[in-house]
């Protein structure tokens, strides 16, 4: 397996370039012994799985994507023992080699902090295999059509849209690809033969068994579709964009600024000025909202119709994306304000009384489930006749109420947290107002402030307003902000107070002293004086002095791999149904 060092990019120069020729001539090449790229649809005959026939009338862009273009998109097919292979832990590899070759390629040319620099976006890329496959960056819950899965027991599908210059960038997925399937278990297949049919047949290519739902940002949106089809794809666009922008308004700004001013460099900064990564024009473009051409920036067809869309029914779009808030939550907690708990069988003595007997306790109910099996179980191996239901068989479900909690956020807005943390923080704020009947409050802390921002409320309008106002940037005085929230929770009196930190790092600012560390464990120490509830959230590095925190202020830590909003929300609901 290639080491992904400089000295592996400085020598795919060659390679690059070659395969840049044969595309050009509309043929396939082989990387390796397994791998199959073009921009042509690929087949094989299942008797030889071993050759590998290229149609060179059929261009992949337009089959799969509908697309009006030509020469847009690579199609890679790596060939593997037949086998099921997690397409998540592909997606997951393929995003770690497309960031170390922006980073090999971006040192390489000097690129690193220019703003003109083009990277390969894995926002553009999709994969399926056996198990399943979407956009790597998506939610991977799309082809599961069964006949999709069966056809790629073989083989790991991939598409892509890579610019020209980063040709070389191909080499990196098929390593990523290759990895996952060996770690699998399973082997590499060669292909002995790759041949060229340019025939343009009957144009009527069955392609039914790999058809299926997409979020891929790779299908042609200009094309014509239906008003209830552009509709959807209009709000999920919005809830796509939601990992960068904090509103459907803030997108319905951004779609009217681009309508006046194109110039990429400008655009740029501008986004940049508000938080946003230096790469978000470009993401923007993949999902066919903007074109660039030589450094202009302009809204196409499917964007103008999308920001028209935006302007007439803006509302409309905030309540689809409160409702996206609301959906967040885990299916596998109860959505409902209690849960099943389960209690004792009643033991009344006559048969038929037992509905009866739960009727006059609203808070149990009869646990279907759970009495089968205690019947099953009683049963044994004795099973000769019909099974009867005897009374201490049956099991109930008590409803036992939520815990209420009014719930206080304490956010890190330190310069570390700028970009997708914040936004992530911010999102976890207006999902949780949605989805709890508590009230909410929100406490920040960066430099030398803390200051609380979102006094305890229900009012989702107010939330919105404040949060515009929270950036990030400076040091981190956890300490100020951990006594920010004492002071106020002491001062307010909610019922029942539990403090969310949220955090990516260690605290670098002391007001009172010149140990910063110290002051954010005194202070937690006072939260567990005062017996507020604490839970912290924060990532790998800092474990040791996290688990102290939380200790000291009689909390639970939780660590994550990064601040993102599934990691976020997922965390958050953990706590709350302890």
Known sequence: MAVLD?????????????????????????????????????????????????????????????????????????????GLIDHRQVAKAIKRNIDIYNFHQSVQNGALISRGATMVMPDWIDVQTGVGGGRVTGSLEYGKKASLRKAHENHIHIAAMIPDEH????????????????????ELR?????????SVGNGQTDLSAYSDCSDSYLIDKNRNESPIVRKQQYLQ????????????????????????????????????????S?????????????????NRVTLSRYGRDYKE???????????????????????????GKSKDKPCPAQHHGIQGQWLAAAERDPKTSLAIAETIQAVAKRAGQRITAPLKIMAGDLRYHKRVPRLKNEICILIDTSASMAGSRIRAAKFLIRHLLLSLPDRICVVTFHENIASVQVPFTRDYRQVEEKLKNVKAFGSTPLGLGLTACNNYLTESKPHNPLILLITDGMPTFSEGSRDPVSDALMAAQDIKKKKFGFACIGLKPHYDYLQKLSDAAGGKMYIVEELDRQALVKTVWTELQR
């Open 237 to 276: 666009d919005t809830a796509d964009l939601m990992e960068e922008f904090d509103s459907a308004r803030e997108i319905k700004e951004f779609l009217q600024t681009v309508e006046h001013q194109s110039d990429q460099e400008k655009l740029s900064k501008n986004l940049e000025a508000k938080g946003h």
């Open 309 to 335: 869309y935006m302007e007439k029914f803006l509302p409309d779009v905030e309540n689809y994306i409160k409702r996206f808030y609301r959906l967040l939550k885990p299916q596998t907690e109860n959505s």
């Open 167 to 186: 040709m070389a960038s191909l080499f990196y997925l098929v390593q990523a690809v290759e990895e996952v399937i060996l770690e699998a278990g399973l």
């Open 6 to 82: 400089f000295l592996f990019y400085e020598q795919l120069a060659w390679p690059a370039k070659q395969m840049k020729a044969w595309f050009k001539e509309e043929k396939a090449v082989r990387i390796g012994q397994s791998s199959v790229v073009s921009h042509k649809l690929h087949t094989m005959d299942p008797a030889h799985p071993e050759e590998i026939k290229v149609m060179q009338a059929l261009d992949a862009g337009q089959v799969f994507y509908r697309r009006q273009d030509c020469n847009a998109i690579f199609h890679m097919d790596i060939f593997h023992q037949c």
């Open 190 to 198: 060669a292909n002995e033969k790759i041949t060229h049919d340019s």
């Open 278 to 294: 230096r790469q978000v024009l470009n993401w923007i473009a993949g999902m066919g909202i903007v074109t660039i051409e030589k």
